[in-house]
């Protein structure tokens, strides 16, 4: 299948720095990017839709203003946390669809984030 | 709206055979996905449901009912890797994007 990279894997970062994650397709170029969360023993929560080029599109209740999205190319979304919090750690995971069509959800290896 | 549903955890026994439901009720269905997903990794994909019927790959199968919103994974010969979140989505009319169900934790024990 199709291969989606994330990273970094896991980040520890202070309350109040920003950190940003990147995702890429790297053998297939994804038109959308969706961006989840998910907190232990729950599942995955959709944050946001990035699409190439333009905003991204976010889920009600994600804040635009701290979780920024940019997709600048058909391969590489990335997702930035400002001014992070305690609350904001979480597993971080992007996923990236091939074509616009009904196919499978190719997803990247997620990122933990520690905020301290 | 979206709502799709899934018991929260089941157990069952190494070498048997297990059957974890989903139901769903969406706006729009453009069809179904099954993914596992082991603590701490990126869920995988398992299979896709779009007509109805009974969908088989090796010991994994997932069957459809689109009349009654509803379908179910079965794991057949259970082994201890497969102790695992399954989780199950749909694809429904907005923008290409998957709805995900609470996820399954599947403890498979000796």
């Known amino acids: 299948g199709a291969v989606v990279s994330q990273h970094p894997s896991r980040v520890i970062c202070k309350s109040g720095t920003s950190v940003k994650i990147e995702c890429r397709s790297l053998?297939?170029?994804?038109?959308?990017m969706f961006w989840y969360r998910q907190f232990p023993k729950q599942s995955l929560m959709l944050m946001a839709t990035?699409?190439?080029?333009?905003?991204?599109?976010?889920e009600q209740g994600v804040e635009k203003d701290k979780f920024l999205i940019n997709h600048a190319s058909l391969t590489l979304s990335t997702l930035t946390v400002t001014s992070a919090h305690p609350e904001d750690s979480s597993f971080y995971i992007c996923s990236a669809r091939a074509g616009t069509g009904i196919t499978e959800a190719f997803f990247g290896q997620g990122t933990r984030l520690t905020v301290v | 709206g979206q709502n799709i549903d899934q018991p929260t955890e089941m157990t069952a026994t190494e070498g048997a055979i297990v059957q974890i439901n989903c139901t769903y009720q969406?706006?729009?269905?453009?069809?179904l996905f099954w993914y596992q997903q082991h603590a701490g990794e990126a869920p995988t994909f398992l299979s896709y449901n779009v007509l109805d019927g009974l969908e088989e790959k090796g010991r994994f199968s997932s069957f459809l009912s689109r009349s009654k919103g509803y379908s179910y994974l079965l794991l057949k010969e259970l082994q201890m890797k497969d102790s695992a979140s399954y989780l199950c989505a749909v694809n429904g009319n907005a923008g290409n994007m998957l709805t995900f169900g609470g996820g399954t934790r599947l403890m498979v024990k000796p």
């Open positions: 053998d297939f170029q994804a038109t959308t």
């Open positions: 969406t706006s729009g269905f453009n069809g």
């Open positions: 990035s699409n190439e080029g333009s905003k991204a599109t976010y």
